[in-house]
Every structure is written in structure tokens, then in C-alpha cells.
């Protein structure tokens, strides 16, 4: 009887057949080919996305330095008479930007000299 166990878990462990192996797939060279050229064209359009971006960035900070238009530049007259005393305006009108407007309003809301003091150093302001 032990003999019969001992055959039937030799027969259970030691089992003579092979695993099924996967199946391998063979790729020709114009797969590979198209493979790549799927991939590199997907690169160029990525790099080109890239770019476009860094375009419209860069457009978005050059937009400070658009100049005025004629409502704008009223109202950033309007406010460099009310600091007229002190500052009075060093460039010509026309060269005025957003920008510029911008800290005028800043200075119009918030009264910190030190934005009046950027725009001296601008050349927009004089004393």
C-alpha cells in the first residue's frame, strides 16, 4: 500500500508533460517601420503643441507693454494730474502702456509710493 501511495504522488509531482509555451509573434520590418513613424509624427505634433503654447504665453506678456487706447489714456492722464504736485508725466502720452496704467491705478487704490517710484526709474514720471 505504501508503495501504491508513493507511486500515485511520484506520478502527481513528477509529471512528464511541458507547460504550454506562449505563442511568439513575429513583426516584420514595415510594421516595425510604420511602428516609428506613427510615433515620431506623434512627437513632432507634441513639440509643435509645445511651441503654439509658448507663443500664446509669450503673447500674454508682451501684453503689457500695448499701448493705451484713447478712454485709457484719458483716465491715466486723469490720475497722473491728481499726483500732479509731486510727479508729472516725463513721456508723451502715446508711449504710455497697460502696464503703466496698471500702476497708476495700483498707486490710485492702494497709495504706495513705491509704485510711482517704478515708474521714475521707467522714465514715465519725472519729480
Given at each position: 500500500m505504501e508503495s501504491l501511495i508513493?507511486?500515485?504522488?511520484?506520478?502527481?509531482?513528477?509529471?512528464t508533460q511541458k507547460p504550454p509555451q506562449p505563442e511568439v509573434k513575429y513583426v516584420n520590418h514595415a510594421e516595425v517601420e510604420a511602428l516609428v513613424e506613427l510615433r515620431?509624427?506623434?512627437?513632432?505634433?507634441?513639440?509643435?503643441?509645445?511651441?503654439n503654447n509658448q507663443e500664446v504665453q509669450k503673447q500674454n506678456s508682451d501684453q503689457e507693454d500695448y499701448?493705451?487706447?484713447?478712454?485709457?489714456m484719458e483716465y491715466a492722464l486723469s490720475l497722473i494730474d491728481k499726483i500732479?504736485?509731486?510727479?508729472e508725466l516725463a513721456v508723451d502720452?502715446?508711449?504710455l502702456t497697460i502696464k503703466d496704467l496698471?500702476?497708476?491705478?495700483?498707486?490710485?487704490?492702494?497709495?504706495?509710493?513705491?509704485?510711482?517710484?517704478?515708474l521714475v526709474k521707467k522714465g514715465v514720471?519725472?519729480?
Open positions: 508513493k507511486g500515485f504522488i511520484d506520478k502527481l509531482f513528477k509529471t515620431i509624427k506623434e512627437h513632432a505634433a507634441s513639440l509643435q503643441t509645445a511651441t499701448t493705451l487706447t484713447q478712454k485709457q500732479k504736485p509731486e510727479f502720452p502715446a508711449q496698471n500702476r497708476l491705478i495700483a498707486y490710485n487704490r492702494y497709495k504706495n509710493k513705491g509704485t510711482l517710484v517704478n514720471l519725472r519729480k
